[in-house]
């Protein structure tokens, strides 16, 4: 996995977003990977994902209702401002 992130962060000059759970980022990816971008998907928190590490994305929900959209979605919810978004993006 970190041969992968080095070529995509080498390619586009960011770090790519790592998308997980909290139990397979604790118990596989670990310190490994704490300097990457993370979204974590941890469902029924109420106030924020249950991970040691600071996330950016946190996906609470996959049954989410959205008017004009027949089916379910994920809901996600960013961890910061849009300046800090900002900095995510690929220029």
């Given amino acids: ?3 992968f992130l ?4 080498n390619h586009y000059g960011v770090k790519p977003i790592i998308y997980t759970n ?3 980022y604790k118990q596989v990816l670990k310190d490994d990977f704490d300097d990457y971008p993370l979204w974590v998907a941890h469902y029924l928190q109420k106030e924020r994902p249950q991970i040691y590490r600071p ?3 946190w996906q609470h929900s996959e049954t989410g209702r959205v008017n004009g959209i027949y089916s379910k979605v994920d ?3 960013f961890n910061g401002d849009s300046a800090s978004f900002k900095k995510l993006l690929i220029q």
């Fill in 1 to 3: 996995m970190k041969d």
């Fill in 6 to 9: 080095d070529t995509v962060e």
């Fill in 22 to 24: 909290v139990d397979f």
């Fill in 55 to 57: 996330w950016h994305f």
């Fill in 75 to 77: 809901f996600n919810v």
